[in-house]
């Protein structure tokens, strides 16, 4: 039997990541954007607070 389990967390160094348009810094996929991934821009509510 195969001992990786399909449904298992991928480790921080496979997930996507973006470039945050507001300071600049990378920033990876969370679970909490899992639905909105395609929308988010910003690192941080501060980053999206300050680029309005």
């Known amino acids: 039997m195969p001992s990786k389990r399909p449904n298992r967390a991928r480790p921080p160094s496979e997930r996507p990541s973006k470039i945050c348009l507001t300071c600049g810094r990378p920033f990876t996929w969370r679970k909490k954007w ?19």
């Open 34 to 52: 899992e639905r909105d991934w395609e929308n988010v821009k910003y690192c941080s509510d501060r980053c999206r607070s300050s680029a309005r």
